[in-house]
């Protein structure tokens, strides 16, 4: 960098707006190198109001070009004569995930800023009004929703911190041109200029053409992508207030019937903003429209069930639950056990004891249903299907085969910790069975917050 005229400008005068309203915490810049993130690092390092929150920058190598590690020490000079301390993070980017390189790379890119940003934090990143035209674009191409088509948010949170992205308002050629006034050397990626990428096959094939049929295109997908902005802001609101209308009392469930007369436009959000907040991964458009034609045509007597990666949702009666995959279970599955201390449960389903434990080994086992058991428990004048008993105290399908049974000798003396019987009260004496299970089993009787016949809690 060579001796430059005097900081003023469009940049500049921007920037120091942008300050004035920005939270307070400590200032990064995300710094490629590149023209774009060094304009935006060097006009914010000769703002007396930025270094006052002790502006930083980081580096992200990826490790993806030969050249990559003398990129960083560029950055490492560059930083040095503003007179601004670096980060240099290293990654890993996964190349066999089926993401793509891009989306891999930014991902990796991503991940390294929130680990490294400090508690209250504010990440200032280059994007500008010609990437927002190409996010918009993107999104719109994807079929994507008011929330995909507001494009980039100039301010959210991000980590420990905040994302900020002050240049949305500026195009690119004013970067450019601050960059070239301030006589300012930086590093061209040869991967920007790939046409594999889409990003990249916009940008240098698609967007010349757009702009030189309508100039104005950057500025209309601005407006458009601000308008986006506040509709989805208002479905937001619209969705959290519906959700907790709809949801059950286990927040794993929700009525599905209420779900199916939301209009078409809260439908979805409502669906991906309770799976969210139960971290789960949330479906595509495909898996949301494969859920509802299921609830529409299965009779009352199915119970359908939508699956994508990491997630399901399964429909019992009037509830519809989200729950991550259950593990496979051996239906022959048995072990021996003598009551003291804790039985370790196949296939994620926890811990069995019994409390107190007894004073004496007893010859006990436990097992899994295997279709048949019958269950007398105190009180009871008759023996009961102990399938009846599960279908009547409201436990979903896929659960019943999940509840650990124990046995002595040929004799059934507990289902988990809801029922007893007769037997099992004469020979466990004190003792209850006490269940830790992995997976809550929630029942239409403790929904209504009625207790469970002879409960063993």
Not at 245 to 261: E, K, M, N, S, V
Not at 398 to 406: G, K
Request: hydrophobic share 45%; glycine share 8%; charged share 20%.
């Amino acid at each position: 960098m060579h001796a430059s005229p005097p900081h003023t400008g469009p940049l500049i005068s921007h920037l120091q707006d942008a300050l004035a309203s920005l939270p307070p915490g400590p200032l990064w810049v995300g710094y490629s190198g590149g023209m774009d993130s060094l304009a935006l690092l060097h006009a914010l390092a000769v703002l007396p109001e930025a270094r006052a929150r002790g502006l930083a920058a980081i580096h992200v190598d990826h490790g993806l070009h030969p050249d990559s590690a003398d990129w960083a020490q560029h950055c490492r000079l560059t930083a040095a004569t503003l007179q601004l301390p670096l980060r240099i993070v290293r990654v890993a980017v996964a190349r066999a995930g089926g993401e793509g390189l891009e989306a891999a790379a930014r991902a990796a890119r991503q991940a390294a800023f929130r680990q490294h940003l400090p508690a209250g934090g504010v990440l200032a990143l280059a994007h500008h009004a010609d990437d927002q035209s190409e996010t918009v674009l993107l999104k719109l191409l994807r079929g994507a929703g008011p929330e995909g088509l507001r494009g980039m948010r100039p301010l959210r949170p991000f980590g420990a911190g905040r994302l900020w992205r002050p240049l949305l308002g500026l195009a690119r050629a004013e970067l450019a041109a601050y960059a070239q006034q301030q006589g300012l050397d930086w590093i061209d990626d040869p991967s920007n200029a790939d046409p594999r990428h889409a990003r990249n096959f916009l940008r240098h094939s698609v967007l010349p053409v757009l702009r030189a049929r309508w100039p104005r295109l950057d500025t209309a997908l601005g407006h458009s992508a601000r308008w986006q902005a506040a509709a989805a802001e208002q479905l937001d609101a619209d969705a959290e207030l519906a959700l907790a209308q709809i949801q059950g009392l286990d927040p794993a469930t929700l009525r599905w019937q209420d779900w199916l007369g939301l209009s078409d436009a809260l439908r979805p959000l409502v669906l991906r903003r309770w799976l969210r907040g139960l971290c789960l991964p949330t479906p595509e458009h495909v898996h949301i429209d494969q859920l509802q034609q299921q609830l529409d045509q299965a009779g009352g007597d199915r119970n359908p069930r939508v699956s994508w990666a990491g997630a399901e949702l399964r429909r019992y009666r009037d509830l519809l639950y989200a729950l991550a995959p259950l593990p496979p279970l051996a239906a022959d599955w048995e072990q021996a056990w003598d009551g003291r201390g804790e039985a370790a449960l196949p296939a994620g389903l926890g811990q069995i004891w019994l409390d107190p434990p007894p004073e004496q080994g007893l010859a006990l086992r436990l097992r899994l249903r295997r279709g048949g058991e019958q269950l007398r428990r105190p009180g009871d004048a008759h023996t009961r299907e102990l399938r009846d008993l599960l279908q009547q105290a409201g436990i979903p399908p896929w659960l019943r085969c999940r509840i650990p049974l124990l046995y002595a000798g040929g004799e059934l003396l507990a289902v988990g910790d809801l029922w007893l019987s007769v037997e099992g009260s004469r020979r466990l004496g004190a003792s209850r069975l006490r269940w830790r299970p992995c997976v809550t089993l929630q029942t239409e009787a403790s929904a209504r917050a009625i207790d469970r016949p002879q409960s063993l809690r």
